[in-house]
């Protein structure tokens, strides 16, 4: 299938790279299920992508919840008859706190929707892919540069992104029988209202804060399509993309 048309599955659809990647997929006629939990900026993000020439279901969802989880993946089947690419993007961090401090439900809360929320989605969209008429699909994780150098006192948001690595992994080894591919783009500093303050000022590793560089939210949201509209023998397995100046590469 080309890349118009498809039907695509955003979690965390309301804001930030989530909602600029589902009105990238909707330049492209893309049929898109859009959930996350809360419905009002669900909504406002639907009317952006149906003006964009997309088809679009919203559907309020908890990730972490099992029973939500399955009715979002069975009103994707109901509305559209199969899912070609689910972008596994709902995360959320904690406060700022050392890890021998962090509160159990702050830990609870973070691991819950990052982590077994996308395991929960993966799972339900494997078994769609692998059933329907013609086989596969792509499954795409927002893993970000946490996923490989922490930040200080954001260890349950690192913890999570490292454990999004071995899903994506696992995913791609037990998928692949099934035409299904699974890849990973590790963001670093994309500018949206969430990560504003890094562009303001952030603790960096020697205990100095200083603001950091960003980038444009649309490079992501560009790289995540560029990602789905790949035949289905080739896949992105890992890509970083970051703001060039960012503080990453190197010591310190």
Known sequence: MTG???VVVITGAGTGIGRATAVAFARRNARLVLCGRRRPPLEEAARECEAAGGTVL?????????VAVKALFEATKKRFDRLDVLFNNAGIGARR???EDVPF?????VVATNLTGAFLCTQEAIKMMKSQDPRGGRIINNGSVSAFVPRPY???YTITK???TGLTKATALEGRKYDIACGQVDVGNALTD????IAAGVVQANGSVAAEPMMDVQHVADAVVSMAELPLDTNILSMTLMATNMPYVGRG
């Open 154 to 156: 954001s260890s349950p």
């Open 97 to 99: 706190s050392a890890l």
């Open 58 to 66: 919203v559907i309020e969802t908890d990730v972490s919840d099992p």
């Open 4 to 6: 118009n048309g498809k």
């Open 105 to 109: 439900k702050d830990w609870s809360s």
């Open 162 to 164: 490292h454990a999004m």
């Open 194 to 197: 969430l990560s504003a303050q």
